[in-house]
């Protein structure tokens, strides 16, 4: 039985950023991970250069059960006290929309950075290390891992949620915790791909590929961005954020052409444009296969501007502006980004992240019910949540 201050379960974002605080107080930290490398999301995420945070982080950008609980995390480690981390390892990085960050060249830096900070600061690494639930006796963690025993004052959850699960992604930390009393608020995925019915998939056959800003509307929450139509239904950062309002059944509300208005738009053009078609004049504005497929049975499709009537364009005007959209569902775990939902923070200190019911053992990152809008605040929450334990483990 080896004897540690500190065991992290979980070599991620938030695992690896507790171990390297924790360690540079002087604690001795073991990070185990069932994996055959460490940070595989780190390096697969923002098309391999990582959006690692964003320049805006305020606690409207998380969603959570209890929408206060992020606030101590983020204040105390900001994304300015991580990009200065960053740039103090000579990382080039970019700006892109949305005061989104992302590295010059891969997301192999980032992870190489937090690897030679752990390296530095003494952390060990067992990797390819399963790990049976941790149990508390006499004072102390005992914890049985295919690596060997381990006895630790501190044990730390960092082992995200079942996104992704080619990468061994499980839902490990929240099935931990509820064994141990933890409520769960029910968890799904999110910041995920829709799938499309048979018949909107049917009408969509030249459309994938096509991309172009709209704006969704689900309840009360809209969203501006990109939209990718796919062969399964639609992507793109637009539908990412929206499903982290969704509830499965609910239909959406997509506008194709968002800050404009077709009628205002066609009374313009009638006297000066009133021999052009309506289809060729959209097309100018819009994707032409989109507006292909929007005009397709239309009774309009083939009159001119000024021989239009009124309905006929507010006809048109609906399928641009309101088109409604129900999902068949989601691509589910396989590609989604994150878990919306997971260990209440009910009982989740949110000054330290330890566990309110049981002494010595903290919940970080993605396993908690805390989660960022797309655009790095779920790195951020990491680096934040990591940070706020590891001062204290």
């Known amino acids: 039985?080896?004897?540690?201050?500190?065991?992290?379960?979980?070599?991620?974002?938030?695992?690896?950023?507790?171990?390297?605080?924790?360690?540079?107080?002087?604690?001795?930290?073991?990070?185990?991970?069932?994996?055959?490398?460490?940070?595989?999301?780190?390096?697969?995420?923002?098309?391999?250069?990582?959006?690692?945070?964003?320049?805006?982080?305020?606690?409207?950008?998380?969603?959570?059960?209890?929408?206060?609980?992020?606030?101590?995390?983020?204040?105390?480690?900001?994304?300015?006290?991580?990009?200065?981390?960053?740039?103090?390892?000579?990382?080039?990085?970019?700006?892109?929309?949305?005061?989104?960050?992302?590295c010059d060249h891969s997301s192999k830096d980032i992870l190489e950075m937090l690897l030679r900070e752990a390296e530095e600061a003494g952390v060990k690494i067992l990797l390819k290390?399963?790990?049976?639930?941790?149990?508390?006796?006499?004072?102390?963690?005992?914890v049985t891992t295919s690596s060997g025993g381990f006895q630790a004052s501190s044990v730390v959850v960092a082992t995200g949620g079942p996104p992704i699960p080619t990468m061994g992604a499980t839902d490990w930390g929240q099935k931990f915790a509820a064994s141990l009393g933890h409520s769960l608020v029910p968890y799904r995925a999110s910041l995920v791909p829709y799938t499309a019915a048979p018949a909107d998939k049917g009408a969509w056959t030249e459309l994938p590929g096509v991309s172009l800003r709209a704006?969704?509307?689900?309840?009360?929450?809209?969203?501006?961005?990109?939209?990718?139509?796919?062969?399964?239904?639609?992507?793109?950062?637009?539908?990412?954020?929206?499903?982290?309002?969704?509830?499965?059944?609910?239909?959406?509300?997509?506008?194709?052409?968002?800050?404009?208005?077709?009628?205002?738009?066609?009374?313009?053009?009638?006297?000066t444009q009133?021999?052009?078609?309506?289809?060729?004049?959209?097309?100018?504005?819009?994707?032409?296969?989109?507006?292909?497929?929007?005009?397709?049975?239309?009774?309009?499709?083939?009159?001119?501007?000024?021989?239009?009537?009124?309905?006929?364009?507010?006809?048109?005007?609906?399928?641009?502006?309101?088109?409604?959209?129900?999902?068949?569902?989601t691509e589910g775990y396989r590609t989604a980004e994150v878990t919306l939902g997971g260990v209440s923070t009910e009982d989740v200190s949110s000054r330290t992240m330890e566990s309110n019911l049981h002494q010595g053992l903290y919940f970080i990152g993605e396993v908690l019910d805390v989660t960022g809008h797309l655009g790095g605040y779920n790195f951020q929450w990491a680096w934040s949540s990591g940070h706020a334990a590891g001062c204290v483990v």
Request: contains cysteine; aromatic residues 10%; proline residues 4%.
């Open 215 to 271: 704006e969704l509307t689900v309840a009360s929450r809209s969203w501006l961005g990109d939209v990718l139509f796919t062969h399964r239904g639609l992507s793109g950062p637009a539908v990412l954020q929206i499903t982290n309002y969704w509830q499965e059944g609910e239909a959406l509300t997509i506008d194709w052409w968002p800050g404009h208005d077709l009628l205002d738009e066609w009374h313009r053009l009638r006297q």
């Open 129 to 142: 290390t399963s790990t049976q639930y941790p149990k508390y006796e006499h004072g102390t963690w005992r």
């Open 274 to 329: 009133g021999r052009q078609l309506l289809r060729s004049w959209l097309s100018e504005q819009l994707p032409k296969r989109v507006v292909a497929w929007l005009v397709s049975d239309w009774s309009g499709e083939r009159k001119s501007i000024a021989d239009l009537r009124q309905e006929e364009v507010f006809e048109l005007g609906q399928r641009i502006h309101a088109y409604r959209f129900q999902p068949a569902g």
């Open 1 to 102: 039985m080896q004897h540690v201050d500190v065991l992290v379960i979980g070599a991620g974002a938030a695992g690896l950023m507790c171990a390297i605080t924790a360690a540079q107080r002087g604690r001795s930290v073991v990070v185990v991970d069932h994996a055959n490398k460490p940070g595989k999301k780190i390096l697969m995420s923002g098309g391999g250069r990582c959006n690692f945070t964003n320049l805006t982080i305020e606690p409207e950008n998380f969603l959570s059960n209890n929408p206060h609980f992020c606030k101590s995390a983020l204040s105390r480690y900001t994304q300015w006290d991580f990009i200065s981390l960053v740039a103090a390892h000579g990382i080039p990085y970019h700006e892109k929309e949305f005061g989104q960050l992302f």
